[in-house]
């Protein structure tokens, strides 16, 4: 195992009431979209975190435990450690349009996986989902890197007034050019949100890629804390095809706590974004 190395938070950003970025003083060696590291707080845990961003090393956490209560109360020049990358990221199919659907901070790892798109030169639409316009998360990120935006609303506030999933559906139906060639779909987001891309791209016959969150401990298989049927999510996923993930029986319905315990998978405390 690599020890975590223990670096300075350079900057700080609030993008909504609870989810805050943290720029490290840290780059990482050839890490993939969708793949994340195990940060750690002295003294309180270690968590799998998303990269946002390799170098400087870019991390946008929500505030919803005790792990991301005190990492948002850290200070910019407060110190943390890292170790990483883990897990098997998003692979980009170059023979086809790109189509990125996030949920909450998912938006954070495929802002990273969109730049790639984008030097790839892979014509990419982006889609986000929150409650409220105030909890969309990398808007103008995406803005600024000229991609084509579909926003998505419980309330309406901004965008389509639903869920993201039914605005998609509508742009893969209403768009000649997804009629001609069906997008690939590279999704982050609360489970229930997946499971829906799920059916979505198996019903269409799109090609689809999906990040899927367990609990972790060791982040690289050794623990198997993080398990989701046969798979270890930290090694084989957190990114997995769809066809992975057909019939599974934990996918959607189960999860397991810190102690191992299996628990429901429950609407997500972030935003219901399906
Ligand atoms: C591969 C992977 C990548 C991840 N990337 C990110 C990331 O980029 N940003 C990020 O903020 N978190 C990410 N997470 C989740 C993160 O690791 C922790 O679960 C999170 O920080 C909560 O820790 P905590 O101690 O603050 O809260 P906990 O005590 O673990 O959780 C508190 C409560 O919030 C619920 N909860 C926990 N996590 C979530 C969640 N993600 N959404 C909704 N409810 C939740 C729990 O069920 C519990 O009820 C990732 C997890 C995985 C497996
Ligand atoms: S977190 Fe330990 S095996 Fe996946």
Redesign the pocket.
Known sequence: MTLPQTVRINEIFDETRT?RTFVLDAEVQKAEPGQ?VM?WLPG??E??????HPAPLT?????????????HECKVGDRVGWRGP??RGFSLRKDRPALLVAG???A??LYFLATYAIECSVPTTVALGARRADDLIYVDRFRSLGIELILATDDGSVGHKGYVTDAILQFLTSNPQCSNLQPALYACG?ELMLVALHRLCREHGIPGQL??????KCGFGICGQ?ALDGYL??QD??VFDVGQLDGLSDFGRT?R??TGRR?PI?Q???GNQR
């Open positions: 989810v994340f940060l309180v845990d968590k799998p975190i998303s990269i946002a991390l946008t956490v929500a505030r919803v435990g005790p792990f991301s209560t005190a990492l883990y897990g909450g901070y998912g954070a790892p609360p990040s899927v969150e367990r609990y972790m993080c999510v930290c996923g957190p999860r706590s810190a628990l429950q997500p405390v972030t």
